[in-house]
């Protein structure tokens, strides 16, 4: 047990002293917070100042309806001038359209709108142009189209204009709440919000600090450090020293970054009122009490315990760093796997492949913890997936130990997969 403290102690204390871990312990937040603040307030701010680019309505409808677009167009996004609309006929679009295509390539306009039957119907409308790709643009004509067609068919059916036009703008915000077994458990939005941010940073940390544990046994494989340890500890107390102590460091770091976040959040209005982003809508997040953390806690460990063993076999199994990449694959993409089917789960966290993906032992570390923020998960349920994920890991670190107990001192070629059976076996 004092080798095993001596172990973790070293690789705990040789991680926090570097400039890196200071460094991304210190700024990790507030670039994590850039990186998911930034683009979506860039998108809204251009959503919000989008400006149509030149165009042309070719209108043969027969009925006006696109200088009510224009006109509908030209109010917020527009500048009068930049949309001319021409009236035409059936049998005269074809050729108006060769004219604007041509006008198109010269860059005379950016595009043009093509309004028939199938518009008045409610049905379709076409669009042509260099900035067909802008959404912003693209949302603009759409919506446009939408609400001058159904005023258009409202006013047919004899409806008072000004009626129509109080009537069609009504918009309802809904506002969501969690219920669970205890009562009200906050906003449904702030719900899928931690969700998400639980499955994101569990997956960023064993990503990193699982790369980590690679790095540092073929570090120490190559330059022959491993020779001088194991001759005074055993392989086995060096693989468990080395994954807790990375373990306590990975945690160390979430109990800083989780702090931060906490007092971002908290002062987020004069942070968002300094970068000119105006107030945010207020999100109750749903309370989180010691209980839900100590599971969050435990599912971090095993899932951390999992991957950092399978991480450490595959660096003693290699010899260069290009090696390490090829060997570290297999191990990743259960990670990415995970890491996909995020959204699809937070949009339907009950169905069957949520629940499949809380059991299988690669993914239930980042999955499960997902669906406990968003949905209730019953205690049964947690605590045999808990018991497997456990059991995962007791499989994941003896077979790694086995193969790290043998690649560790093992120079030359990378072994083949009967080789690597055999070590465990006769291990």
């Known amino acids: 047990m004092a080798k095993l ?4 102690k070293r690789e705990y204390l040789e991680r926090v002293r570097t400039k890196w871990f200071i460094i991304s312990t210190v700024f990790g937040p507030l670039l994590l917070t850039a990186l998911m603040v930034l683009p979506a307030m860039m998108t809204v701010r251009n959503m919000r100042d989008a400006k149509l680019s030149k165009m042309e309505i070719l209108d043969v409808t027969g009925n006006d309806l696109g200088a009510k677009i224009a006109a509908r167009l ?7 001038g930049v949309i001319t609309v021409r009236a035409l006929d059936v049998a005269a679009l074809a050729s108006a359209e060769e004219e604007a295509l041509a006008r198109v390539q010269s860059k005379d306009i950016a595009g043009y709108l093509v309004l028939d039957s199938g518009t008045v119907a409610g049905r379709s409308a076409r669009y042509a142009g260099r ?11 759409e919506s446009a189209i939408r609400a001058v067609v159904l005023n258009d068919r409202l006013e047919r059916e004899g409806l008072d204009p000004v009626r129509i036009q109080q009537l069609t703008q009504t918009r309802v915000q809904l506002a969501t709440e969690r219920i669970t077994d205890k009562g009200r458990g906050g906003s449904g939005t702030g719900s899928q919000i931690l969700g998400f941010m639980v499955a994101f940073l569990l997956y960023m940390m064993l990503i990193l600090y699982g790369q980590n544990i690679l790095r540092s046994v073929l570090e120490e ?3 022959r450090v491993a020779e001088v340890i194991v001759a005074s500890v055993k392989p086995d107390i060096l693989l468990a020293g080395k994954v807790f102590g990375v373990a306590a460091v990975s945690l160390t770091q979430q109990v800083v970054w989780i702090l931060s976040g906490v007092l971002l959040w908290r002062f987020r209005g004069p942070l968002l009122a300094k970068a000119g982003a105006g107030e945010m809508p207020p999100i109750p997040f749903p309370e989180v009490g010691v209980g839900v953390l100590l599971l969050f806690v435990a599912f971090f460990l095993f899932g951390f315990l999992f991957y950092a063993a399978l991480f450490a076999a595959a660096g003693a199994t290699v010899n260069s760093d290009q090696d390490a990449q090829q060997a570290a694959q297999p191990v990743t993409l259960l990670l990415v796997a995970s890491i996909i089917f995020v959204q699809p ?4 966290p009950s169905n069957t492949m949520a629940q499949v993906m809380s059991w299988l032992p690669f993914s239930a570390p980042i999955i499960m913890p997902l669906r406990m923020a968003v949905v209730p998960v019953s205690p049964l349920e947690l605590g045999l997936v808990l018991a497997g994920l456990l059991l995962s890991c007791i499989a994941a670190i003896w077979f790694a130990s086995r193969i790290y107990r043998v690649g560790l001192l093992m120079y030359g070629k990378r072994p083949t997969l009967r080789e690597l059976s055999r070590w465990v076996m006769q291990s």
Do not use: R, Y
């Open 345 to 348: 789960i937070m949009m339907a």
């Open 74 to 80: 030209t109010g917020p996004m527009a500048d009068t």
């Open 221 to 223: 494989k190559t330059t």
């Open 5 to 8: 403290w001596a172990v973790i």
């Open 131 to 141: 900035n067909a790709s802008s959404t912003g643009e693209m949302d603009g004509i």
